[in-house]
């Protein structure tokens, strides 16, 4: 398993509370777990995309 570390950031509240509101239906047991997936999410649609450009 790969290390991790820890960042602290700053979100408007109304951000946080849909965050929350996601971790409530259960999708995700945590803030970090859930922001972890979207940025994974995120990088391999950019990666994804960047590969489209150069081809």
């Known amino acids: ?3 991790t570390e820890i960042i ?3 979100l408007p509240g ?3 509370k849909k965050l929350d509101s996601i971790i409530q ?3 995700f047991n945590t803030r970090s ?3 972890r997936h979207f940025l994974r ?3 391999e649609q ?3 995309t960047t590969r489209g ?3």
Request: glycine share 0%; proline share 0%.
């Open 1 to 3: 398993m790969q290390k």
């Open 8 to 10: 602290n950031i700053r």
């Open 14 to 16: 109304e951000l946080i």
């Open 25 to 27: 239906q259960k999708t």
């Open 33 to 35: 777990e859930a922001i």
């Open 41 to 43: 999410e995120y990088a």
């Open 46 to 48: 950019q990666k994804t």
């Open 53 to 55: 450009k150069t081809e």
